[in-house]
């Protein structure tokens, strides 16, 4: 049965994730993870693109890539009970997608407690 998957969409909610200093950086993508501590069994994922990242049409299109790129590597790698946020980079726009997705999953692999085991 596939895990359910929500999106944060408070500053509060990306706050906490932030807090937890636990970070994950790649190429393409700057991967955040926390365990939700609420006994939910839902993944939470955000997303975020900088000015940094460049002008709101490069933006928009990474933040539309890593979106993508979540929905097939949280199938395989995303833990229940976690919430992510993916943050864009430069090369999040250029990198190849197969690329993206596997850092996203090599992420929320590395992301996850060493005593869970992923599929």
């Given at each position: 049965m596939?895990?359910?998957?929500?999106?944060?969409?408070?500053?509060?909610?990306f706050?906490?994730?932030?807090?937890?200093?636990?970070?994950?950086?790649?190429?393409?993508?700057?991967?955040?993870?926390?365990?939700?501590?609420?006994g939910?069994?839902?993944?939470?994922?955000?997303?975020?693109?900088?000015?940094?990242?460049?002008?709101?049409?490069?933006?928009?299109?990474?933040?539309?890539?890593?979106?993508?790129?979540?929905?097939?590597?949280?199938?395989?790698?995303?833990?229940?009970?976690?919430?992510?946020?993916?943050?864009?980079?430069?090369?999040?726009?250029?990198?190849?997608?197969?690329?993206?997705?596997?850092d996203?999953?090599?992420?929320?692999?590395?992301?996850?407690?060493?005593?869970?085991?992923?599929?």
């Amino acid at each position: 049965m596939p895990i359910a998957v929500e999106r944060l969409k408070t500053r509060s909610q990306f706050l906490a994730v932030a807090a937890t200093r636990r970070k994950w950086a790649a190429d393409g993508l700057v991967l955040q993870a926390r365990a939700r501590e609420d006994g939910t069994s839902h993944i939470g994922i955000g997303f975020t693109a900088t000015k940094k990242v460049g002008n709101a049409v490069v933006r928009n299109r990474s933040r539309r890539r890593l979106k993508e790129a979540a929905r097939v590597a949280l199938g395989r790698a995303g833990i229940a009970g976690y919430d992510y946020v993916a943050i864009a980079r430069a090369a999040t726009q250029d990198i190849a997608f197969d690329r993206l997705v596997a850092d996203f999953e090599a992420a929320a692999r590395r992301l996850a407690p060493r005593d869970t085991v992923t599929r």
